[in-house]
């Protein structure tokens, strides 16, 4: 059954791009962005400790998890557009095409050698 464009999820129709490579991309960033606060937390953490009275711990976790998905959207959203911007499916140059076609009857070629030698194979072995 073959899928016809209507089928698919917006994101899918159309020209191919790098736009969810990007997001993913900016959202792992977003989210390794805030593995700092855990670090600063440490860094500073008889100050802090002694500024939250005890409660240092549980407000980090609950920074980071606002902080963190916080960035991954806005990371995220930044990545799609220069994703979708910068990745592009192009059309191959005159030149690239006269290579590929060289290449795929290279391929063609040892694909059919390959292929006698098993026939030959096989008639010398009963």
């Known amino acids: 059954m073959e899928s016809t464009e209507a089928q698919l999820l917006p994101e899918a129709r159309g020209e191919a791009n790098g736009g969810p490579l990007g997001c993913c991309l900016g959202i ?3 989210l390794l962005l805030t593995l700092s606060i855990a670090i600063i937390s440490r860094l500073y953490a008889t100050p802090l400790f002694d500024l939250l009275h005890g409660w240092l711990s549980i ?11 916080g960035l991954a959207i806005a ?4 990545g799609w557009r220069i994703g979708k911007r910068a990745f592009r ?3 191959l140059s005159p030149q ?3 290579r590929l076609e060289r290449l795929e009857k290279a ?7 390959k292929q006698k030698q098993r026939e030959r194979q096989h008639i010398i072995m009963p």
Do not use: N
């Not at 990371?75 to 930044?78: I, N």
């Not at 391929?107 to 050698?113: I, M, N, V």
């Open 107 to 113: 391929q063609r070629r040892k694909q059919k050698q």
């Open 28 to 30: 792992v960033v977003g």
């Open 89 to 91: 499916e192009y059309e």
């Open 59 to 69: 407000t980090v976790r609950i920074v980071m998890i606002l902080v963190g998905t």
């Open 96 to 98: 690239q095409k006269q």
């Open 75 to 78: 990371f995220g959203y930044v």
